[in-house]
């Protein structure tokens, strides 16, 4: 008797899940809907041609609800894993009976990426640049904090890495305690008084641990009995800045604003894009919206004295430095010819399977906008010229 599998498409939040059952085998191909930029890269990817491009722009934007930026079949689908390879955003998982696993890449069948994603450690002083302006999310900044900014946070001296060192004049001292008065890090201890001295003394005690170094104590010291200084051990604050690899897309955001020069960063496409204004109707900025790596924009209007002759104000522009070549605004733009994409090199490891090239030959089709939904959820894009070889 023969046995067919079974499969189903089912919905758990944002993720959309394809399955694939017989008997007790279960291959599920996940879709985190709301990861998925709608790149395409998938779909171009797929040697089933099981994943289609769904209506990227009105997904992205929220405003429909019936269809995700790409839809997969879970018939057509052979569970291959090559889409979860070849996704640059992490958003499709494969599990075989439960379990996360890519045997493709276990085979050597096919290539990974060749990501370099690198923070020179030493170069690195702890900022918060890069974390700011990741559009992915991808910087992990594990450094302690500092107390004044959260209550489990360390003392700002360990967390500043800085040396204090306290010095309190005895021939001075009165032991008056107005500076352990002011400062939890100062305790005066006087020694019981005595009618056989008639003096006061004792002794000044301070923890570095919690001296702010503020200085406080130095100025309200009515003897001028107290020297602080503090110098800086180093000058980069503590603990670890990474990028997480799984999660970056090689936007190269981190590079350029890095003040220190210490990240590198190789993107996982080489390519060309234009944008052609005259093409570009205003108020749209859907792929303004959509793209994952913020290399769009909506430019500084220019006042009309100072646009050269018979030149039209830009809609819409780029910096392509930010750019990946990913597609998804094009994937996106309603409007024909207003962006043309060329990838023309992808960076993967040195497995050159049959399948990658057939895969890669697809990746390097020029495109453009022209946006339509052919049917409800499904939506085509214009492939212009020949396929490019790099
Ligand atoms: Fe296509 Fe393979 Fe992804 Fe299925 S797992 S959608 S066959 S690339
Ligand atoms: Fe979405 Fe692009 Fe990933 Fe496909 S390759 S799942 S379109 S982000
Ligand atoms: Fe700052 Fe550069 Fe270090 Fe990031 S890598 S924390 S931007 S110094
Ligand atoms: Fe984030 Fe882009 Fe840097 Fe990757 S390259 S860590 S995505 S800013
Ligand atoms: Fe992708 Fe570049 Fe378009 Fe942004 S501008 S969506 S990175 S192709
Ligand atoms: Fe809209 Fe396309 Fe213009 Fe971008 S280029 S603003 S998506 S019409």
Do not use: H
Not at 128 to 140: S, Y
Not at 342 to 357: E, G, P
């Amino acid at each position: 008797m023969a046995l067919f599998p079974k499969y189903s498409k089912t919905r758990e939040g944002q993720n959309v899940i394809a399955e694939q059952r017989l008997l007790k085998a279960v291959n599920n191909l996940i879709l985190n809907a709301e990861t998925c930029t709608g790149c395409g890269i998938c779909v171009d990817a797929c040697p089933e041609e099981a994943i289609v491009l769904g209506p990227v722009g009105a997904t992205r934007r929220g405003a429909i609800d019936y269809a995700d930026p790409v839809d997969v079949d879970p018939e057509k689908c052979s569970y291959c894993g090559v889409c979860v390879i070849m996704c640059p955003f992490n958003a499709m998982t494969l599990k075989i009976d439960g379990e996360e696993r890519l045997p493709i890449l276990e085979k050597e069948g096919f290539p990974q990426y060749d990501m370099v994603t690198v923070i020179d450690e030493e170069k690195c002083t702890r900022c918060t640049i890069c974390e700011e302006v990741c559009p992915r999310d991808a910087i992990a900044r594990d450094v302690p904090a500092f107390e004044g900014g959260d209550e489990a946070g360390k003392p700002r001296q360990s967390a500043l890495q800085t040396k204090t060192t306290f010095t309190v004049d005895d021939e001075k001292c009165t032991y008056c305690g107005i500076c352990g008065e002011l400062c939890p890090s100062i305790t005066v201890v006087r020694k019981p008084t005595s009618p056989e001295t008639g003096k006061v003394e004792g002794e000044v005690l301070w923890e570095e641990s919690t001296c702010d170094g503020c200085m406080i104590c130095v100025e309200a010291c009515p003897e001028e009995a107290i020297t602080l200084e503090r110098e800086f051990v180093s000058d980069r604050l503590p603990g670890k800045v990474d990028i997480q690899q799984d999660d970056c897309c090689t936007c190269r955001w981190c590079v350029e604003t890095c003040p220190e020069e210490a990240i590198t960063v190789e993107k996982i496409f080489e390519g060309e894009i234009e944008i052609y204004p005259e093409k570009c109707p205003g108020g749209c900025s859907t792929c303004v919206e959509v793209c994952p790596c913020n290399a769009l924009y909506l430019p500084t209007p220019v006042p009309a004295k100072d646009l050269k002759g018979g030149s039209i104000e830009p809609n819409i522009a780029i910096n392509k430095d930010f750019c990946i070549f990913c597609g998804a605004c094009v994937n996106a733009c309603p409007s024909e010819d207003a962006i043309v994409l060329k990838r023309t090199a992808i960076r993967m490891q040195d497995v050159d399977t049959d399948l990658f090239k057939d895969v890669k030959r697809k990746l390097l089709t020029t495109r453009t906008s022209k946006v339509k939904e052919a049917t409800p959820g499904e939506v085509e894009i214009k492939i212009l010229g020949e396929v490019q070889e790099a």
